[in-house]
């Protein structure tokens, strides 16, 4: 009797030491610890990270590639989207200021185009800040329609928001890894 009480207080004592140092493999918190961190876009976080099959392996190595594979794709298709908006706008005003839109958008595709190599090669912290310069070229073009009395189409907003949040999700998780 004695003696298999010893085995099993033994036994809880080895259990409760696997369950310290090794607790179970607890799958999606790097990418809600990651999420967490822009309130904003969290859901558009948690899809992009989560909707790619890569995300099984969960770490910053692996999510800095998908969160940049989506920002590039994102950030490629903003010049032409963006130019197709100035084709229906008759108001001269806007139509300048959504050419100058173009312009940030094409500036902020060729930074992002550079921390590509940056994060191929592992320089995590020159690849944040081509990333950084894109967001902030983005950011100009709302800029430009906060004077009166020119209206910045909602399209127009919405896409530059999605670019900037993806190219955030990027900046989020290589600001991790420098
Ligand atoms: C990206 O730019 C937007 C707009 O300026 C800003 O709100 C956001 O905080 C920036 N992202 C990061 C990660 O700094």
Do not use: W
Not at 1 to 22: K, N
Not at 65 to 84: C, H, N, R, T, W
Not at 157 to 162: C, H
């Amino acid at each position: 009797m004695a003696f298999s009480l010893d085995i099993s207080y033994i036994h809880v004592l080895f259990l409760a030491f696997l369950t310290i140092f090794f607790p179970l493999p607890t799958k999606g918190d790097l990418i809600d610890d990651v999420c967490a961190q822009m309130p904003d876009n969290k859901p558009l976080c948690l899809d992009t990270l989560r909707a790619d099959p890569r995300s099984n392996t969960q770490n910053f190595q692996v999510l800095a590639q998908i969160s940049f594979d989506a920002a590039m794709k994102d950030a490629s298709g903003l010049p032409p989207f963006v130019e197709s908006l100035q084709i229906s706008v008759r108001d001269s005003g806007v139509k300048e200021r959504i050419s100058g839109c173009v312009r940030n958008a094409e500036n902020a595709l060729g930074s992002i185009t550079q921390a590509k190599q940056f994060l191929e090669s592992r320089r995590y912290g020159i690849a944040y800040e081509n990333a950084r310069l894109a967001n902030n070229t983005l950011s100009i073009c709302g800029h430009t329609f906060l004077t009166p009395p020119a209206i910045e189409p909602l399209e127009l907003k919405q896409a530059f928001d999605r670019s900037e949040a993806l190219i955030s999700i990027f900046m989020v998780v290589t600001r991790h890894m420098f």
